[in-house]
Every structure is written in C-alpha cells, then in structure tokens.
C-alpha cells in the first residue's frame, strides 16, 4: 500500500519505470500536503488566549481538515487500483468478437471508476480549499504563508486531478455519465478558484508595501483579527494593525462614517498643500488598504512609549485626584496646544475630552488630537480664508471648554477649562 510508504521510497517509485503511483497519486499526496498546512495553522491556533474567540470554530475546521487528509490518503491507493484495472483490462484477449465485446464492455466500466476516484479528488480538493480560506480568516496571523501555500497546493491538486478525469472520460463511452463528470467538474473549478484568489488576498496582509516617499500604503490586504479590536465609535471600527504595533486600522461600518472620511480625506489634501505647517500634534495617516472587515484606513496609534493606551482628558476628569496632580502640566500643555492649532490653523469638526490624547515622556508630556478633522461645510470656505480658520479654532476651543464644564460639573475640572481658555 502506498500509505505506508517512505515519502523517499514514494518519490523513487513515481519517478521510476512502475506504472503506479502516478500523477493521480501525487495529486491526492498534495491534496493531503494541503490539508495538512491548514491543520497546521489551526492547530496553531487553538489553544493560544489570543485567539480564545474563535476556539470552537477552529476545532470544527480542524477535524473537517484530518477528515479530508485521509481521504486523500486513501484515494492514493485507489487511484492506482483504478490504473491497474485499466491496465488489466487492455491485457485482455481480443480475438473474437466476444473478446472484444467483453474486453469493451470492462473498459468501459473500469474508466468509470479511473475517472470517479481523481473526481473524488476534485471534491476533496475543494472542500479543503473553503476549510482552508475560513482558517485563514480566523487563525493566527503569523502562519498566513502557511494558508496560502496550503492554497496553492490545493488548487494544484484540483487540477492535476481533473486531468485525470477527463483523460478517462472517452473510454467511458456514456454520454450521460461523461456530463455529469463535465458539469461537476466546471462547478469544483469556480469554486477552487474563487477560494483560491480569497485566501491568496487574506495572505497578502504580510505583503503590504509602502510608498518609499510619502509611506502611504499602495497596496495589498490586511487580515485584521476581531481580538485586536482596539474600539467603536458610532461610525468606526479601530483595530490593531496585524504587522506593525504603531499603527492602527479604521474600518467603517455605515454612512455617517463614510462622509466622515471623505470629509478627513479633503482635509487630508488640504494639508498636503500646506507643508509650512506642522501638523505634528495629529495622527499620521499612511493610507488605504483592503481588509476582510471592509475597506480599511491606516494610522499612526497613539500610545505611549511602552505601547501602552494613551489617557484621554475624559480619564483625568473622571478621576480628579490625577488631574490635580498633573494640574500645572496640563494647563501649560494645553494652552501651547490652542497656539499650535491658531499657528498652524488645525481645522477640526469639534473637540471633545474623548479625542485629546495625553502621551507621557518621563517628566514631560505631549498633547495629541486623535480625530474629528476637517470642514463640515459643503463647500469649505475656511479652506479659503485664514481669517474664518483662526475664528474657528477659537470657537471651537471655548466650545470644548464650555463642554467640559457641563459633562463633569467638578470644582477642579472647572477650574482647568477656565485656566485654558
């Protein structure tokens, strides 16, 4: 049996004189292959706290795989069986009529099976390929390569095997059965292939690549996790990037989001055409990207040195004792934040306690605006007019003040806004 065979005894044998194993061997070998690099990445995963989400699921996925890499196995012995029968039947006499008639009639029906056993290949192959794109979904990020040569090689095996089906369908001599095996076959490839070009995308999240210049992305796929789930707004989604902890992944999930976007994006431009100004106090944005969450926007994280979450001004106003203890700081900090957004004229939508991010330096801190930039007029003439961007910041800065007071109606939260208007 050639399940027992060494993988350099196997080699030797398919590349010797010996009718079998052959290509309809090997390609149910790589389909096995295949399999295996799926359960690898599953088995990976399970386990690991990180991914305690997606356990079950990926227990399910992983016991589908060592079903179908047995299968595989097994169809290795039965495609040389196959072989053989049909070698069988060739060696039979044909001298009379009768013999000839019979020698047909067992041709016929042992092409039947030699074109089954490499379909039941097809099947497996496919079936491998869908377990495989879900794991890839949902595994561990590290071992995407693995999914997509696992990918590959089932692809590969689909193909292989389809050849082997179609080389024995003439002998078959059934028209209907000759059919049934095209029009499977025409419905296992769309789905292969669809499956293949996914999980390929999903992979490539290790590719993406940046513009030497600007350092925005230019292309590829990012496969973000649901556990590096950083938060939600009312419009967004903020994900860990899967490949470098300093950045982040917005990802919108509805209209108001997409309008806050184009919004940013315009003002993005604007920004591009003013490099006398320092906007160094605003996330960094690096670009566009393509996710299995949805279309994605990469930035700079705000975080402390040591990765940790930067506080926002609303954790110092709910806790009063910290803002009374940095109190002097913060004021000086702030302060020098609305002179470096009148300097730079920073357009923002508003400022709220929640978008004010406090990064700490050893004995020195450094303020940061995390979102809410840009115009919200239709046609915004404040890009236009120095004199209506100064207003605004000034407006929007007693605003946020006024805000402060309302939301946390403290005597030292009152005493802060008042100190920096």
């Not at 070998?29 to 599953?42: E, I, K, N, P, Y």
């Not at 196959?82 to 019979?102: F, G, Q, V």
């Not at 590959?152 to 024995?168: D, Q």
Request: proline share 4%.
């Amino acid at each position: 049996m050639l399940l027992n065979e060494s993988v350099a005894n196997f080699i030797a044998e398919l590349a010797s004189k010996a009718p079998t194993p052959g290509g309809g061997g090997a390609s149910a070998l790589v389909g096995a292959l295949s399999a295996a690099l799926a359960s690898m990445m599953a088995n990976l995963t399970l386990g690991k706290e990180k991914f305690r989400a997606v356990e079950n699921d990926m227990s399910l996925l992983e016991g589908e795989l060592a079903v179908a890499r047995s299968e595989f196995l097994k169809l290795m012995d039965e495609d040389a069986q196959a072989y053989n029968s049909i070698m069988e039947c060739y060696a039979l006499p044909k001298n009379s009529p009768d013999e000839r008639t019979l020698r047909a009639e067992r041709l016929a029906k042992a092409a039947q099976t030699a074109a089954l056993v490499p379909l039941k290949v097809c099947d497996n192959a496919v079936k491998v390929l869908l377990i495989t794109e879900q794991v890839a979904k949902l595994g561990n990020p590290g071992l995407l390569t693995d999914a997509g040569c696992a990918a590959i090689l089932g692809m590969a095996t689909f193909e292989c095997a389809e050849l082997n089906v179609r080389i024995n369908l003439p002998l078959t001599h059934n028209k209907e059965f000759i059919t049934d095996c095209e029009n499977k076959l025409t419905d296992y490839r769309l789905k292969a292939s669809k499956s293949k070009k996914l999980i390929l995308q999903t992979t490539q999240m290790v590719f993406w690549s940046a513009d030497e210049q600007t350092g925005n992305i230019k292309s590829g796929y990012l496969q973000l996790n649901p556990n590096d789930l950083l938060g939600v707004s009312c419009y967004k989604k903020c994900y860990r990037h899967p490949a470098d902890k300093n950045k982040c992944v917005q990802v919108v999930y509805n209209k108001e989001g997409l309008r806050d976007i184009k919004r940013e994006k315009r003002y993005r431009r604007y920004m591009a055409q003013h490099p006398e100004f320092d906007y160094s106090m605003l996330p960094v944005f690096y670009g566009e990207c393509e996710t299995n969450m949805g279309h994605g926007y990469i930035y700079e994280r705000i975080v402390q040195p040591d990765g940790s979450v930067c506080p926002t001004f609303r954790d110092y106003f709910q806790h009063p004792e910290r803002l009374q203890n940095e109190f002097d700081l913060l004021v000086s900090k702030m302060k020098q934040l609305k002179q470096d957004m009148l300097t730079n004229e920073i357009i923002t939508m508003n400022i709220t306690e929640e978008n004010i991010a406090v990064q700490t330096y050893g004995n020195d801190i450094r303020i940061r605006l995390l979102s809410d930039l840009g115009s919200s007029f239709f046609l915004p003439i404040d890009y236009e007019f120095r004199s209506i961007r100064l207003r605004r910041v000034e407006r929007h800065w007693q605003k946020m003040c006024d805000k402060f007071i309302e939301l946390f109606p403290v005597d030292i939260v009152k005493k802060f806004a008042e100190s920096i208007r």
